[in-house]
């Protein structure tokens, strides 16, 4: 059995001519039909079948929000696929805690400026605080003006998530603002607010950095750690077993009611593959009437009961063509609703802020904001690699209709019976998880022609009393690329 580098190796070129196939096949139905005008196929490799029936009951599909949860980029072949196998509130998370608000030197030698001006009070500052809480990290006390910086962004976390620098130094009772403040910490706080008044010229300064970076402290937070109980910007969620948890909100625009009705309408389309045997390992692939190319003759498999597995040339010898037909219908959407997850300055919820990303991404050090302290491994650009699924086209698991020629009819008898049920893989991947959910519906022999027609049905897109394992097929998808400019 080839391992499955090799076979990823293998059937990439199928796997190229089926998703260029696939696309201008379904590029009408998607456009028109989902006014989805920028959309590329998605590799099944990474993602599989969506398991579309996101919402029971006001609980989220676990197993809909880690189909979700990936990073997503173009591979060279021009189709999507998953970026590196990490999930995408990971690599937020990590984009998130890289970023800080940097201080152009003309800003910076302001800002240094008003410190040295209120050297007293910013060295009674940090003497209070250190007094009754330690030292300040060593991250933190390269200079007074780092050192002022944490001892702000502690001092204001007693207060609301949606607290800024802005609104306490205005504020007419700032003491009010700050409700969790510990106990003994009151002479710090005056003494922090003598420091403010005492540095007003560099008001807009400093408020710039401690709002930029307490609005990234706060969208770091808003995906880890996970709270004890939901709250604004969480969510109840739950896998098929009923094993409960909590993730970043995210709500799907479409009701579970409107992709239901979606799956089971007309809207549709064929992909058509004539497959030659080539030798014992390979086939060679026609794809809508185009060129073959060749690649592993297992891209497409048949698995029945007992561990029996075929490939479309097992059953007869003699078979060296099969005409593979693939029928999708049901084309509806799926659109995940970023804006809903969006970062909410007001009360400091939401973890999807592609502002942030898009401002450190193409920081300019000439004008002071949000940058990378260390660089980061993602191509930030529109088609880059670090998009994220914004809107997918799906449809109902596809029919399979196989003619094989030159056959044998005894020798496919045996194997297809009416209503028999098989596990179908292609590319690699298995259609409907790896059980035996297809269905040889239909069986024909025409003893003129020698060929025999076996039609396979897939599962229902809509399973009653297992809605929250029903799939459907990812034609494709469109992404968001929160760097680009």
């Not at 209120?118 to 300040?136: E, P």
């Not at 007419?172 to 540095?199: E, R």
């Not at 997918?392 to 045996?414: C, G, R, Y």
Request: glycine content about 8%; overall charge negative.
């Amino acid at each position: 059995m080839k391992d499955l580098e090799t076979t990823a190796q293998d059937i990439a070129p199928i796997k190229k001519a089926y998703y260029d196939g696939l696309m201008k096949k379904a590029d009408s139905a998607v456009k028109s039909a989902l006014n989805v005008q920028n959309w590329s196929p998605v590799d099944s490799a990474g993602m599989g079948d969506l398991f579309w029936y996101w919402n029971n009951a006001a609980i989220f599909n676990t197993a809909t929000w880690n189909q979700f949860d990936n990073v997503m980029q173009y591979n060279a072949d021009g189709y999507l696929q998953i970026t590196d196998g990490s999930a995408l509130t990971t690599g937020l998370f990590n984009l998130y805690t890289a970023m800080a608000y940097e201080l152009t030197a003309a800003d910076q030698t302001a800002l240094n400026q008003a410190n040295m001006n209120a050297a007293g009070i910013v060295t009674t500052v940090v003497a209070d605080y250190t007094s009754l809480f330690g030292a300040i990290p060593a991250a933190n006390s390269a200079t007074a003006s780092a050192k002022l910086l944490y001892v702000t962004e502690q001092i204001l976390s007693w207060g609301a998530d949606d607290l800024t620098l802005a609104t306490f130094r205005s504020s007419t009772s700032p003491t009010s603002l700050l409700p969790n403040a510990p106990l003994g910490t009151g002479k710090l706080i005056s003494d922090f607010m003598t420091y403010l008044s005492q540095t007003a010229a560099a008001a807009t300064v400093q408020n710039a950095v401690n709002s930029y970076n307490a609005q990234i402290a706060q969208c770091a937070r808003n995906l880890s750690p996970t709270p004890a109980a939901v709250k604004p910007g969480w969510m109840s969620a739950a896998d098929v077993n009923g094993t409960a948890s909590i993730l970043p909100y995210l709500n799907i625009a479409e009701p579970t009611s409107t992709i239901q009705n979606g799956l089971q309408g007309t809207q549709g389309f064929e992909v058509n593959m004539t497959v030659t045997q080539v030798d014992q390992t390979t086939s060679s692939v026609s794809v809508n009437g185009g060129a073959g190319v060749s690649g592993w003759i297992d891209f497409f498999h048949l698995g029945g009961s007992a561990g029996a597995s075929y490939n479309a040339f097992s059953f007869d010898q003699k078979v060296t063509q099969v005409d593979i037909t693939m029928s999708f219908t049901g084309v509806t959407k799926f659109t995940p609703q970023l804006s809903a997850s969006a970062y909410d300055i007001s009360n400091g919820s939401g973890w999807w802020n592609p502002q942030l990303i898009k401002q450190a991404a193409n920081h300019d050090p000439n004008v002071s904001g949000v940058a990378f302290t260390t660089p980061q491994p993602y191509n930030f650009a529109e088609n880059g690699d670090f998009g994220v699924l914004d809107v997918l086209a799906i449809s109902q698991l596809p029919t399979i209709k196989m003619v094989f020629h030159n056959a044998t009819e005894a020798l496919f008898q045996s194997h297809f019976q009416q209503q028999s049920s098989w596990s179908v893989s292609f590319l690699g991947i298995p259609l409907a998880g790896a059980s035996q959910s297809y269905q040889s519906s239909t069986y024909h022999y025409d003893k003129t022609a020698g060929t025999v027609t076996v039609t396979m049905t897939p599962p229902p897109a809509v399973i009653p009393g297992t809605l929250m394992t029903s799939q459907a097929y990812v034609i494709g998808a469109n992404c968001a690329w929160p760097g680009a400019q």
